[in-house]
Structure formats: structure tokens, C-alpha cells
């Protein structure tokens, strides 16, 4: 298997901006795997600085990666990514890009998409919420939140001094629409548990992230205390962290950047379906080659945030749509990615 790489620029239509900063342009990785007889697939690296990665990273591991599957059957794809993970412990986003380059090579070998090899059905996926990010003032939040008048569900990000504010002007924008918000990690759980009554007052729907990572006792006590259903994102990186939240939070948020894998990540919802919990899949700034990977197991899930692809001015690819918040899958074979 030979392993090639396009790093590509994307820009958003707004600064993305979450509690612990944002740019408005993020780089990502193209991986294309080729197999011996000539055929190929796609995938994609979308690397957080937050997790230790960049695209620099990406291209930097790509040749240990190649290596770890050289001479590898590219149907074994269960043995492939348990071979990416033992070469590389971390840089999920790398693993990831090339799991969805494998997958995409395998559906294409056999003309059928991804998640019909998987028996998915794509209309038992649920809406995607649209992410209003944090706005520098309140006339530019309102802007965003009719912007996003087409989408059902918002998600709202969280972690700033006038986070009470921002929940009443987008419900008093958005009366009907389901609400979620997400803190990032940056509450304590007192902020916490002192916001919480007034979520649930303007119809949160429930409440991402919002202790530090590595605060478990913590998440247990809000919990605990909170009205609201809690949802862990960067507390759960793969599967293996899921038993420990079990009883600790109410739900988990899985990315492909940073469980390093398709294969991973539906060991993820396994598990977590396992512990009776919620399951939710969320994105970086992705283009439309990796949403569209995430959104394969989007009909596994109960909750979904794949905006990525749609918080972004130049998309080079067309792939899965996300209009009114209802994911729409290609039909073309594997991730049915082509170029813009």
C-alpha cells in the first residue's frame, strides 16, 4: 500500500471561535492510499493542536503509517488498523485519515458505498445540529443565528463571561429549534452546576464538556447534581476510556480525529451502547471528504454534529450534505467522495 498526501487550506465563512480560542483557517490533510493493481482511496486528516497534532505532524507520521501496512491485505481491514495504532500510540487524526482511505478503497473495490458494506440505512440517521460559535459581540451572534435559520438543531459554544446572555438571545431568536451547548472544558462545577437551572429554563437539551478532560470526580459530582443529561467529548478519546465514564457522565461525543479510526469508532458506540449511554459523533473543520467519512455510522448514533464541511467557504469536495440539518449521504461506492 503506498501511502500520498495533499495538504489543503480551508477557510471558514466565520471566525471559529470556542472557549479555548479559533482561527478562521485550519489545515488538513488529504490521504490518498493506492493499492498495487492501481486503485485508490481518499481520506482525511483533520488534526487538533489540542490533541498534539498539525498538519505538519500528519505528513511527519504518514511514513511510519505506511510502513506499519506495507504488504498488508487491503481487505483486512480490521488487522490494518489495529496495525496503524501499534505503530503510532497517538495521532489519531493521521490514523484516521488513513482508516477512511482503506475503507474508501475497499467500498470502491467492490462498487458499494461504505455504509451499505456496514448494512446501515441512511435515513435512520438523526439531524445534525449547526455550531454558533463564540461571537465577539451580541449584534454578530444574531447574525449567526439567522444565518443558520435552516437548521433545526444549534449548538451553542460556551465558555465566556457572558455565557447566559448567549443561551437567551439565541432562544429568544430560535423559540422552537433544540438547543445544546458546549463549554469546552473551560466551567468549573460550580459555574457548572450554577448555570445548569437556567438551561434547562430555556430548553437545553443537555451539556457538552464542561469540566477539564481529566476531571472524573468532578464530571461525577456535577452530574450527580445536574438536571440536565452531561455528554463527555474531550474526557473520551476511544473506547477503552468509556467504562470509567460509565455512571460518570450520561453520554459520549466520538470524533475521528481523535479515536484514530472508523473501526475504533464503531467500537466506541459498541461499548457505549454497552453502558446504556448516549451516543453522539462530532467533527473538527473538515471538508466534505471527512465529514463524509464520520457520517458512514451516522445511523448508529442518537445525537450528530457534522458541520464541519458547512462552517467552510472553499470546499474542495462533494460529498455528504447536511441541508436543514438532514444528513444525506452519497451513493457513489465507498465514501463516494468526488472533487468539487
Known sequence: MKLTHEIVTLRTKNPFVIARG??????????TVTAPDGSSGWGEAAPSKFYGETADTVVQVLPILAKAIEGMDGW??????????????????????????????????????LYKLWGLDPAASPPTSFTISIAPDEETLRARVADAEQYPVLKLKL??????????????????????????????????LRIVPLLQELGVEFVEQPLPPGDIDGLRFVRERSSLPIVADESCLVSGDIPKLAGVVDGINIKLAKCGGLREALRMIATARAHDMLVMAGCMIESSLGITAAAQ??????????????????????????????????SGAGLGVERR
Open 297 to 330: 455510522f451516522a445511523p448508529l448514533l442518537d445525537c450528530a454534529d457534522y458541520d464541519g464541511a458547512a462552517l467552510v467557504s472553499n470546499d474542495p469536495y462533494v460529498g455528504a450534505t447536511i441541508d436543514g440539518g438532514v444528513i444525506k449521504l452519497p
Open 76 to 113: 483486512s481491514l480490521e488487522a490494518m488498523e489495529h496495525a496503524l495504532a501499534r505503530a503510532i500510540r497517538f495521532n489519531g487524526s493521521a490514523r484516521a485519515g488513513v482508516s477512511a482511505a482503506l475503507h474508501d478503497l475497499a467500498g470502491k473495490r467492490l462498487g458499494v458505498p
Open 22 to 31: 479559533g482561527h478562521s483557517e485550519y489545515r488538513v490533510v488529504r490521504i
Open 159 to 192: 465558555g465566556t463571561k457572558w455565557d447566559e446572555r448567549i443561551v437567551r438571545v439565541v432562544r429568544e431568536l430560535a423559540p422552537n429549534k433544540v438547543l445544546r451547548v458546549d463549554a469546552n472544558a473551560s466551567w468549573t462545577p460550580k459555574s457548572t
